[in-house]
């Protein structure tokens, strides 16, 4: 396929114009950089009205969709004529400001409503991010301990604890040690309990955290049963750690408490104890634990409110200090949502050295559990603030060291979700989030309240995945296409979506479309001192997408050109009447009959 810059031909002459303007002052790496003072010193000297005016006539309107639900359905629905799906987002830099947390709830809700108007065949998107729904330190929290849980996991495959001082380490040397595909036996199991001096009846405690009941503890088994979220097994919790509300909270939510083997619970929770006790994790405080259930309850609402509406529901990565618990949250969640079907997506990022050791976990997870993997695939947007905290706390680097290595990683991380698409039958991935007995995606226990949960067991469930390439890269675009074409994965595949940021990439985003696949903008919406920051950042962070930029405004330049000089240039030449062209001789040439 050839990305051709003819997509902007049905862009008003304003709107190249614009572009044209936008992407010159985006492609001036000083201005990026300063962005957000510039900012600063044009209200204090144009005023905050003056400032407004003219970003809402420049940059607002290139990149958002709108600031109120209205715009973005009318822009989202001028996306749909074209071909293009949407992923709607009410952007609001929540960070550090935690006084309204119920309103975020209602904004997710009305995304939800904007991508449902703007749904035809296909369903739209929503995105958010899971540190606008509970406290950032929460998660962080959450993060810690989960990572406690993996550190331990290495001590009982022999990891030198030592080498697992620094949490921030931990991930990076499970992976580079083999921990994460290392197994254990009964009896090495109980050698390393006892060696560490955790005492609990190491019988019971095996069987308890064998879910696959093979004879063999994996990494999988291990951390997701000592966590607050576990696997799903057969549609039934099979069990999750119970000492504290936050266990009795999910699964009056989610499923039916008798579902949890009783005789493992307490043993599992007396090794958590143990654990707790001898100093090798840290117990979860109460406020974190409300902070989850809140959490739990929001997301509860949004997830019903999407399934309800056909729309999917996408969530972001954020910083690695608080990403493995949203990890956590995907574990648990993909399960009950995404049976035959993918409703939730979970996001990656490749320029974190772990992303392929956490990709290739995900899929694992959904082949056990017989369910459908959502992934989106990105590059990366924090790369700044994960440099800085990796330096300022002492642990290494997650970010991969070159451009070049990132590039290389996504391809890679690419190719292996494709592979795992083709192999498992793209075609169980229905387009219409409609659940195995024909509702649209009605929750858990509204399935057994309603008799139909064992008309649900009774259809099959299959292991699966969809992915979404969310990237500006046109080769990275163009691989994705040629490995499809070779796996036998059709361009129209529900499967396999594209994403771009509106404003940018459009070359990309409508040459897809023009070729039947499957592309997406993400259409951000709000109030200007909402959505600003939002782009501001995003800008700063992502400089080698803003460095497209040259190429893109040479598009819009040319394609401008061409709108307003080309007439001339395709006019034919009038000629006067009674007049005709001269000969070199001084005389009229004749005219042929």
Known sequence: ???????????????????????????????????????????????????DAVI???????????????????????LRARGIGCITDYAAEMEGDQDSIGEPLQHKLGAIDVARAAATSAPNFMAFKCSGLMDGQALTDVTESL????????????????????????????????????TLGHDNFAKAMTELGIQVD????????????????D?????????????????????????????????????????????????????????????????????THFELESLFSQLHTIFNAAAKSNVKLLLDAEETWMQPAIDCFSTLLQPMYNVNRALVYNTFQCYLLVTPYNLERALQRATRGRYHAG???????????????????????????????????????????????????????????????????????????????????????????????????????VKCMETMEILGIPPSSPNVVFAQ???????????????????????????????????LRRAQENSSALGRAVLERKMFARALKNRLFGWVLRRPLQKKPGTAKKEPGGGQKKKKH
């Open 501 to 535: 940021i509106m404003g940018m990439a459009d070359d990309i985003t409508f040459s897809l479309a023009q070729h039947g696949y499957q592309p997406y903008k993400l259409a951000v919406y709000g109030p200007i001192g909402c959505v600003l920051p939002w782009l």
């Open 202 to 217: 190491t019988d019971l405690l095996f069987s308890a955290l064998d879910k696959t009941q093979d004879g063999t503890l």
């Open 375 to 477: 992934v989106k695939l990105v590059r990366g947007a924090y790369m700044v603030a994960e440099r800085k905290r990796a330096e300022k706390h002492g642990y290494i680097s997650p970010i991969q060291p070159t451009i070049a290595d990132t590039h290389e990683q996504y391809d890679k991380c690419a190719a292996s979700v494709l592979s795992f698409i083709a192999k498992h039958s793209f075609a169980t991935c229905h387009t219409s989030l409609e659940t195995p007995d024909g509702s649209h995606g009605a929750a858990p226990e509204q399935h057994a309240e309603d008799g139909t949960a064992k008309k649900k067991e009774k259809r099959q469930r299959v292991a699966g995945a969809s992915v979404m390439f969310a990237t500006h890269n046109d080769a990275s675009v």
């Open 147 to 182: 990572l406690e849980v993996r550190r331990l996991w290495g001590m009982l495959v022999g990891i030198p604890p030592q080498k697992l001082e620094t949490l921030g380490n931990v991930r990076h040397v499970l992976n580079a040690e083999g921990a994460t595909t290392a």
């Open 1 to 51: 396929m050839k990305l051709s810059w003819s997509a902007l031909g049905q862009r008003t002459n304003t709107d190249l114009l614009r572009g044209w303007f936008v992407l010159r002052m985006c492609g001036i790496q000083w201005v990026v950089r300063n962005s957000t003072s510039l900012l600063q010193y044009s209200n204090r000297f144009l005023g905050r009205s003056v400032t």
């Open 56 to 78: 809402r006539r420049t940059i607002f309107a290139h990149f958002a969709a709108g600031e109120n639900r209205i715009a973005a359905s009318v822009k989202s629905q001028d």
């Open 219 to 287: 990494y999988l088994d291990f951390v997701d049963s000592l966590s607050p979220f576990c696997m799903l097994a057969d549609s039934q919790i099979d069990q999750i750690v119970a000492s504290s509300s936050l266990v009795k909270y999910t699964l009056q939510k989610f499923t039916s408490i008798e579902s949890v083997p009783s005789q493992f619970s307490p043993i599992v929770g007396q090794f958590v104890n143990e654990c707790v006790t001898k100093k090798h994790i840290t117990q979860i405080s109460e406020e």
